[in-house]
């Protein structure tokens, strides 16, 4: 069946109508759109997830520092202290934290990694995934559908607000894969529709205003640990919204104000490398130093 959305609203009073989950609304449409059959859709989504999960296993296992030197062997050194002393707040975080940071330097060794929805944010959906799909025993069939789950989200704010750190700072990259991810754990833990858009609203509102600022301009310095960050903001997100807690302001008009602030965001905290962390003293010494080596 054709599907016309582009809010959450709309895609809420869908759902409802037609009796249908999220996911099968998504992969009808998109069926639709490029015409194609289910099966193929759900084999193309497939696909981006074995890509996600290879880009984990690489990452888990490799010290390569990126061609900066700057970051390559965090994943490691985290490996490594939960072989000592286990985190506090359990196997579940260890592996979110783990996979967010393999996943990420993966991406700066260039590396195949899914950007979703970019290169910058890409650890974020898939940490959340595949270490709840782990830890929940979840089907191949359930993770495709929280996957197609994930990217509705993202779809949905892509109608309002383009996802680049250039055009509304890094709320528009993290912040959106964080909203992304909140939406398929609550999917995962057993969240209707409305718990899975609210908890996307939840992760979304509470990032506004992050800036982009990459120390010398590189997908490097703060977006690798910043998707570690992010990850675990989603599942807060979701144990809220699963516990009946809500945003209070409607999730379309969180879209609204992520577009406003990303407006009135300066271009130096817009992926230019001219504000923020990118200025501080030691920000422009390791950028001078880039620069004299290349």
Do not use: W
């Not at 929280?146 to 607000?161: D, F, M, W």
């Not at 989603?234 to 969180?254: M, Q």
Request: contains cysteine.
């Amino acid at each position: 069946m054709e599907y016309t959305f582009n809010t959450f609203d709309k895609l809420l009073d869908i759902c409802g109508s037609e009796n249908k989950k999220i996911y099968e609304v998504m992969q009808e449409k998109e069926a639709c759109d490029f015409e194609l059959d289910i099966n193929t859709v759900r084999n193309k989504v497939l696909r981006n997830i074995n890509a996600m999960k290879s880009a984990v296993k690489q990452g888990l296992n490799s010290d390569e520092k990126s061609l900066s030197g700057l970051c390559g062997d965090d994943c490691l050194k985290l490996k490594e202290k939960y072989k000592k002393n286990k985190a506090l707040f359990g196997s579940l975080y260890e592996k979110i934290t783990l996979y967010a940071l393999a996943t990420m330097e993966e991406n700066l060794r260039m590396n195949k990694i899914v950007a979703c929805p970019t290169a910058g944010s890409c650890a974020i959906v898939p940490s959340v995934i595949i270490a709840l799909s782990e830890e929940k025993n979840i089907s191949e069939e359930e993770q495709i559908n929280l996957l197609i789950t994930a990217g509705t989200i993202g779809y949905i704010i892509s109608s309002k607000v383009a996802m680049a750190g250039a055009v509304a700072g890094c709320q528009a990259e993290c912040g959106v894969a964080s909203a992304m991810s909140a939406a398929a754990a609550v999917q995962a833990l057993g969240g209707n529709e409305k718990q899975i858009i609210n908890a996307a609203a939840l992760a979304l509102k509470n990032i506004l205003g992050l800036t982009c600022d990459p120390v010398a301009g590189l997908v490097e310095i703060p977006c690798v640990k910043r998707n570690v960050f992010l990850a675990i903001h989603a599942i807060t997100a979701a144990e809220l919204s699963l516990a009946g807690i809500t945003s209070k302001i409607p999730p379309d008009e969180v879209v609204d104000a992520m577009l406003q602030t990303g407006q009135l965001m300066s271009p130096l905290l817009k992926e230019t490398s001219q504000g923020g962390l990118a200025v501080t003293k030691s920000g422009i010494i390791i950028s001078k130093e880039l620069n004299k080596r290349n």
